[in-house]
């Protein structure tokens, strides 16, 4: 390995805060599960954030809202796991996902029947109880636990927490990676204190010094005439934190990674050599335009096989997705793609369980 501890020096120059309260939370989760002999699944969800500032005025984001990682655990919930949910603060969450996805907002749904009361409008009051319903049963049933982050330090220092805390639960611990964590960060000594000028203001510096007090201290460089018109980011690479997960925090849970590409030419050709680099054991690949109703499961046996849900919620036919491979069609119009996805993956997971050698701790 060419850098076996570059993550541990991410680590210890990216701090993060309140991983403490998180850790405690996950311990117990995680000890009371496997007490009760129950499988445990981690569910990573949403885009990470890369802040430009210490004082975080101004962040680079990506597009992923975390529907995937939220249907999902969802699905894992109903096949008897226990869910560790780690997902971007704001981001789409299990059950409550169904109100957000079809934009219902509170005025849509309560309606005033005297000063102090509300009542649930008729067309989405069965809808509203049965999605409380699961979530509330999901809750006081202590089989769902959040987690939550926004940057990219958060969510790994998160991440590998909660899977060094899986460790002791051998095959049967599940790691299910459909986050969007970035690739590219600013580290934390590069990161200025304050919000970024947008006009050199500080009339006791000349621009020279202004630009090389700014550009020492920071990621950023602002290329003259004066004043700043323009500045230019460097981004340093995220370390690959799926090689210390499958090597070192998680060496026996079952991993499943997400593969997202928007050129159809490479998606297979990547997600294969995903697998084969960190030799997990299994890429899910999707490709942004078709990720709602089509993945292909990648695995070290190289027996690709597609997995595709009807086109319901409003699919153009300009999204129909170039890929034209074998597919295991869904006849039901309303199936979500997730519930197809899961229950491939939980068989999976038996397997791995089953497998002799296998570290399964219950
Ligand atoms: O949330 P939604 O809007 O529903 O969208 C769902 C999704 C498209 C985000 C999800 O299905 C998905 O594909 N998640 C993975 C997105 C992604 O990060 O893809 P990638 O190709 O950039 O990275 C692939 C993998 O590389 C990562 O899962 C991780 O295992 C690995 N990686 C990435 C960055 C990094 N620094 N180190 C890594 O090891």
């Not at 991983?19 to 000890?31: M, R, S, T, V, Y």
């Not at 809202?65 to 226990?82: I, K, P, T």
């Not at 335009?289 to 036919?317: C, H, L, P």
């Amino acid at each position: 390995m060419e850098n076996d501890f570059e993550d541990e020096a991410y680590f210890a120059q990216n701090p993060t805060s309140h991983l403490a309260k998180d850790e405690l939370a996950a311990d117990n989760f995680i000890k009371h599960h496997s007490q009760a002999g129950h499988r445990v699944a981690l569910v990573t969800s949403g885009g990470t954030t890369v802040p430009l500032e210490k004082h975080t005025v101004r962040y680079i984001d990506n597009f992923s809202v975390g529907s995937r990682g939220a249907a999902s655990a969802e699905y894992f919930l109903m096949q008897g796991y226990a869910v560790v949910f780690l997902h971007r603060e704001g981001s789409l969450t299990p059950f409550l996902r169904r109100f957000s996805q079809r934009n219902i907002s509170l005025p849509d749904v309560l309606v005033e029947t005297d000063q102090d009361t509300f009542r649930i409008s008729a067309e989405v009051k069965q809808e509203v109880q049965d999605t409380l319903k699961s979530y509330n049963r999901a809750r006081t049933s202590n089989m769902l636990l959040f987690i939550s982050f926004s940057t990219i330090s958060d969510y790994l220092h998160r991440l590998r927490t909660i899977a060094c805390l899986m460790q002791p639960l051998g095959s049967v611990g599940l790691i299910y990676l459909a986050a969007a964590p970035s690739d590219f960060f600013i580290p934390s000594d590069r990161l200025p204190d304050h919000k970024i000028q947008s006009r050199f203001t500080d009339k006791s510096l000349t621009s020279t010094e202004w630009l090389s007090q700014s550009s020492s201290q920071s990621g950023l460089r602002s290329t003259f005439p004066q004043p700043p018109s323009q500045f230019t980011l460097h981004l340093d690479p995220v370390p690959k934190f799926l090689k210390s997960l499958v090597e070192r925090w998680a060496r026996d849970a079952m991993i499943v990674s997400f593969k997202l590409e928007t050129d159809p030419d490479i998606l297979l050709h990547k997600a294969r050599h995903s697998i084969n680099t960190y030799r997990h054991h299994l890429v899910i690949g999707n490709m942004l335009v078709t990720r709602k109703w089509e993945v292909v499961f990648v695995s070290q046996q190289n027996d690709d096989r597609w997995i595709r849900a009807s086109k319901s919620g409003g699919w153009s036919e300009a999204d129909e997705s170039p890929l034209r491979i074998e597919a295991i069609p869904s006849t039901d119009p309303e199936q979500e793609l997730e519930s197809m996805i899961v229950p491939s993956v939980v068989q999976l997971h038996e397997e791995h369980m089953a497998r002799p050698g296998s570290c399964r701790k219950h």
